[in-house]
């Protein structure tokens, strides 16, 4: 049985949701104390209990300890069969999280997998947006010969949620080795502005216009697609996502939410200082990206390879994992002013 210590690293729920997914893909059974435990509010919450039963329903899963607020969980995999699941957060958890809990497992599955999530949210803060995992990381995952896709029913926000999304991944146990080591000329940059039941306010053309100003000034012309959605009458929302695209295949990316009282304007403009950040520094990935990509190097063939403009925690967080659960190697060494991660 593995034994994961969650409070180690991040002692987020990254561990927790990771730690399953490998348990699910090398069918061994997983023992996790302390989970979440370096968080306000330690324990399972809606979306990380939603992640785990979703995940022991791909692989027909003994569970032990899957509770609200529980610290301690035993998970013991058998066959990932995959096919049609349902899962259900019922707060404004984030359906991006468990998504990244679940596509690992699903590339293992004997069959397609069709998940589809409700009731969560696709935009929240302390998560990738929807559309960044749409927009972003899946084209990323397409270069590993991942082939996945992402559909949004209803987009969900804080504090109702009520987002709904389809999730469907053909399987691959062959993962392609990724190398990433050149930015490359720029080609474009693009973007996805979201607001839902906010047309009459102009905030999804806000906060087009004020990304689009700040990168103007910049030096960089984007082209930024304005949905004025009417999927969840609920819960009124906004998101942006902005990303560029090289032509030696790099993709970074960057969003920002709307929330109470936080103008359009200001969204925009979060959303491309934030990109500005990372076309500065000219990684390979960005700094979002890099932790997500760290999973589906160690699972792929051979040495894998991209440059970051720093190792936040949770790049540590997951390496570490990886390193625990898969016997692989990951180095990590300063280039110039990138970090460069390589799976040897």
Excluded at 2 to 16: A, F, M, V, Y
Excluded at 169 to 188: A, D, T, W, Y
Aim: include cysteine; glycine fraction near 8%.
């Amino acid at each position: 049985m593995i034994e994961i210590d969650g409070s180690q690293k991040s002692g987020s729920g990254t561990i927790l949701r990771l730690s399953i997914a490998l348990a699910a893909i090398t069918k061994q059974p997983l023992h996790i104390t302390n989970i979440r435990q370096n968080r306000p509010q330690p324990g399972l919450k809606n979306q990380h209990l939603e992640a785990v039963l979703t995940a022991g329903r791909l692989c027909n899963a003994k569970i032990q300890g899957a509770s609200l607020g529980s610290r301690e969980l035993w998970f013991t995999p058998q066959e990932i069969k995959g096919g049609n699941l349902e899962a259900l957060i019922e707060t404004a958890g984030s359906i991006p999280m468990l998504l990244l809990a679940t596509l690992p497992i699903c590339l293992y599955a004997e069959n397609p997998v069709r998940l589809h999530v409700a009731k969560g949210g696709t935009d929240t803060i302390h998560a990738p947006t929807i559309n960044y995992l749409r927009f972003v990381f899946i084209p990323a995952l397409k270069r590993m010969g991942i082939d996945a896709e992402i559909s949004v029913q209803k987009y969900g926000y804080y504090p109702k949620g009520n987002g709904e999304v389809t999730l469907t991944v053909k399987p691959n146990r062959q993962l392609k080795s990724i190398s990433l080591e050149n930015f490359g000329g720029l080609k474009s940059v693009k973007g996805i502005s979201v607001c839902t039941f906010l047309a009459d306010r102009q905030v999804a053309e806000r906060q087009t216009k004020a990304a689009q100003d700040y990168l103007m000034q910049n030096g960089f012309k984007a082209h930024i697609q304005v949905v004025n959605d009417q999927s969840n009458p609920i819960q009124k929302g906004s998101s942006i996502v902005l990303w560029a695209e090289t032509n030696s295949g790099t993709i970074v990316g960057a969003d920002a939410i709307g929330e109470l009282r936080k103008m359009a304007e200001a969204v925009g403009k979060e959303a491309a200082e934030r990109l500005l950040t990372e076309l500065s520094a000219k990684p390979t990935v960005d700094i979002f990206l890099a932790d997500m990509l760290i999973p589906y190097m160690a699972l792929a063939q051979g040495k894998s390879v991209f440059l970051s403009r720093k190792i936040s925690e949770h790049i540590e967080s997951n390496i570490w994992l990886m390193e625990k659960m898969l016997n692989v190697k990951f180095k990590i060494e300063k280039v110039n002013n990138l970090y460069r991660i390589e799976k040897s």
